[in-house]
């Protein structure tokens, strides 16, 4: 039972874990904002060479 306990309050690796949920979280994110941002972009050159 002694060994139980001393796993559930065992906390080492539960940081880096969070780190590593909040860099994926972030580079969902980027990915997402870079899409958008190269749709606009492919657009923007789009019209500038149909107007040349």
Same mark, same amino acid.
Do not use: R
């Given at each position: 039972?002694?060994?139980?306990?001393?796993? @559930?309050?065992? !906390?080492? /690796?539960? !940081?880096?874990?969070?780190?590593?949920? @909040?860099?994926?979280?972030?580079?969902?994110?980027?990915? /997402?904002?870079?899409? /958008?941002?190269?749709?606009?972009?492919?657009? !923007?050159? !789009?019209?500038?060479?149909?107007?040349?």
């Amino acid at each position: 039972m002694a060994k139980f306990v001393k796993l @559930i309050k065992n !906390t080492e /690796g539960a !940081t880096a874990i969070e780190y590593g949920l @909040i860099a994926a979280l972030i580079a969902v994110a980027a990915i /997402g904002a870079m899409q /958008g941002i190269g749709d606009s972009l492919s657009a !923007t050159f !789009t019209d500038v060479s149909n107007e040349l």
